[in-house]
Every structure is written in C-alpha cells, then in structure tokens.
C-alpha cells in the first residue's frame, strides 16, 4: 500500500537557500526585478535558452531520429527533464526549501550532454582521451551558461546566480579544488546547497520509473522480467493486480510505477528531513560543512535503486537490441570528431574563432556536444560521413 503518512515537516527555514543573499550574486550586476525573484529569474533564462530547447532533439534511451524511435511518446532528454523538475520541486517545497532554485537547477541538469546519450557520451570521452583531454557534462553546462549561449548585448553568458552555477557542477558530484582551480569560485570545499543534493536523486527517480515504462513499452522490456528481476516493482505490481484484477497490463504498469516513484522520493524526504534533524542542523553553513551529503535515499531503498539501475543496465540500455543504435552513435561521433579536427575549416565561424583560446580539440568537441541527433546526423553527411 503507498502509505498514508502525514506529509513531512519541513526544516528549518535557514537551511532554504536565501533568494536575497550572497548566493543570489551574478558576475555582472544586474538591478532587481520588480516582482520576480533572482532564481525564478534563472529558471526562465534556461528555459528560454537554445540549448533547452535543443534537449527535445537529444537522446534519452531511444534517439530522436526519425527512423529509430519505436514510438513517438517515448521520453527524449527534453521530457526527462521536465519530470526530474516536477519531481524537485515537489521535493523542495515539501521539505520548505528553495523551489525556485531547485527548479532552475532540475532544468539545467541534462543541458551539458551530447546528442545519442550515453553512447554518445563515452564517444566523445573516449575522442577526447586520446589528445589527454576528457568530457565532463557538468562542466561542458557551466561552460553553456558562461559562455555559449548568447543573448545579452552587455555579456556573453545567461549571468546565471552562483548558486545556480554552483549547483550545475556540484549536483551529481564533488570537485577538488586541486584538480580543478579554476572552479574556486564555486565553494568546492564544501557541500552544496540541499537544493542541489536533491537533483542526482530526482534524476536517478525520473529515469529509473521512466526507463520502465519505457522498456516495457518498446517491448525490449517484458512484464515478467521486470517483476522477476526488480524487486522495487513487484510488491506494488502484485497490490495493484489485487485492487484491479481486471486491469489492462499496461494500465497496472502505470499504476504500480507511480507507487514505485512515490515511495523513492517519500524515503528522500524522510532520509533528509531524519538527517538533518540528526545533526541538529538549523542553517545553510551546517548543511554545507555536514561530513557527507544528506539527500540520500535510506540503505534498504538505496539498495533497491541500485539494483533495480543495474537491471536497466543489463536488460535495457545494454541489451542486444540497443547494440546497433549505441554502434551507430558511436561510429558518427567518432568519424565526424576525427574529420573536424582534420579539417577545422568545416567548423562554422562561431566555433573556429574559440581555436586560440580552446585550443582545436576542445573547440571540435564543443561544437559535437551541442548538436542534437538528427543535426550530427546531418553534419556527417555534409562531412562525407556514410
Ligand atoms: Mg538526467
């Protein structure tokens, strides 16, 4: 049963990061708005930003070429977004936190990835290593919102809050200040905010109820694998086949995911609220020099996660009947980084000119990484790629 607990108290209002603070700077001073916050204000410029939009052309599991996708409702990195952005805003005001933040933060998550997800992904790393380089999403979107994006005629940039920028490194990871100097500004020796703890976990509960529904749907994924296999899913399968015995399969799918998505993020709201009540924290410094991060789900739900991910893995992402789209996104990401480097001249000016400052294999991979599936597609054709 999905449990009827009374929703949770929310913390202490200091640890909600503060719309009128320090947090809220911008590199280029920008004077107030009259009814909308500094975050809300961050929120709509990444909405409003080509590379947003671009998200809808982007793989999530199946790529959005028109030849490829088994369907036309399956989730692109555009739709997943959108979920990870419900899921943190409820997060967020349950818990009595920024939600304007932890929305601007959900909406800039995925902005940093390569066309042909993954696949694509591991490409581009695997490009770039050969030259001593790699390829890091969060930092390729920080460099989207300082730098590619353009829509300003006093600065190039979004001029993002440091809290947002903060967030857009830190959400999924840690960054030592070492390896890393030049993100110094980013408070590296300490945790983030609890608004960007919580977007690794509404991401990994997005993709893992979504990637589900859409295994099963494509067929790749069966019915009876998914109870076999994901011990997250078949108790709430099992409550809704007794509630509905008559229910159409499918329809008892969609009812036991949304059980399944329910109890991850009630267990992240109890873990956080349980863990900072734990450390007696009443303010945004103690969340930030806590020992370890406190959006994390409980060990019994973390360990279902786990397993229920590697499933995916196993059974979906890695399955023979995705080998042929990871082969082909392979092969286009690497044959047209090869002839773009070769031939520098196929770069559009825009890009060229970043050459003295990027240097030509960061300007190739910059270019690659901003492309959409059909568009990469179309940029190896006019490159001779077949
Ligand atoms: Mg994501």
């Not at 809300?40 to 959005?64: E, N, P, W």
């Not at 905010?193 to 494509?218: H, K, M, N, R, V």
């Not at 995705?322 to 047209?336: D, S």
Request: aromatic residues 6%; charged residues 25%.
């Amino acid at each position: 049963m999905i449990e009827k607990s009374k929703p949770p108290a929310q913390l202490p209002p200091g640890i909600a990061v503060d719309g009128s603070g320090e947090l809220a700077r911008r590199t280029h001073a920008e004077p107030p708005h009259a009814y909308r916050s500094p975050f809300a204000r961050d929120s709509a410029r990444i909405l409003h930003a080509r590379s947003f939009r671009r998200l809808a052309g982007k793989t999530q599991v199946f790529a959005r070429l028109a030849s490829d996708p088994p369907g036309d409702h399956f989730r692109s990195r555009l739709t997943h977004t959108l979920e990870v952005a419900q899921i943190s805003r409820t997060l967020a005001h349950a818990l009595g936190l920024n939600t304007e933040l932890a929305e601007a933060l959900a909406l800039a998550h995925d902005i940093g990835h390569p066309p042909f997800g993954h696949a694509g992904e591991r490409a581009l790393d695997q490009a770039l290593a050969a030259h001593g380089l790699g390829f890091d999403h969060n930092l390729h979107a920080l460099r989207i919102v300082t730098w590619f994006e353009e829509r300003y005629a006093a600065f190039r940039g979004l001029n993002l809050t440091v809290a947002v920028r903060e967030g857009i490194i830190k959400h999924s990871r840690d960054y030592s200040a070492t390896e890393y100097p030049e993100l110094t500004e980013y408070f590296l020796d300490l945790r983030p905010p609890l608004e960007a703890q919580l977007i690794d976990l509404a991401d990994e509960i997005a993709y893992l109820t979504a990637d589900l529904d859409d295994g099963l749907d494509s067929g790749i994924l069966s019915l009876e694998q998914v109870r076999e296999g994901v011990a997250l899913f078949r108790p709430f399968h099992d409550e809704v086949l007794r509630l509905y015995p008559a229910a159409p399969p499918k329809l008892t799918v969609n009812e036991a995911l949304r059980r399944v998505l329910n109890a991850l993020v009630t267990d992240l709201m109890n873990q956080v609220r349980t863990r900072v009540a734990a450390l007696g924290a009443t303010t945004l410094d103690e969340i930030r020099l806590a020992p370890e991060r406190l959006a994390v789900l409980s060990p019994a739900m973390e360990a279902d996660r786990a397993a229920a991910k590697q499933f995916l893995y196993v059974n979906f992402y890695n399955s023979p009947a995705m080998e042929e789209a990871h082969g082909h996104a392979t092969k286009i990401v690497e044959g047209l980084f090869a002839a773009l480097l070769a031939d520098p001249g196929l770069l559009p000016e825009d890009h060229r000119a970043q050459i003295p400052t990027e240097g030509l294999t960061r300007t190739v991979a910059d270019y690659i990484a901003g492309m959409t599936d059909s568009y990469i597609e179309q940029v190896w054709m006019r490159c001779g790629g077949r």
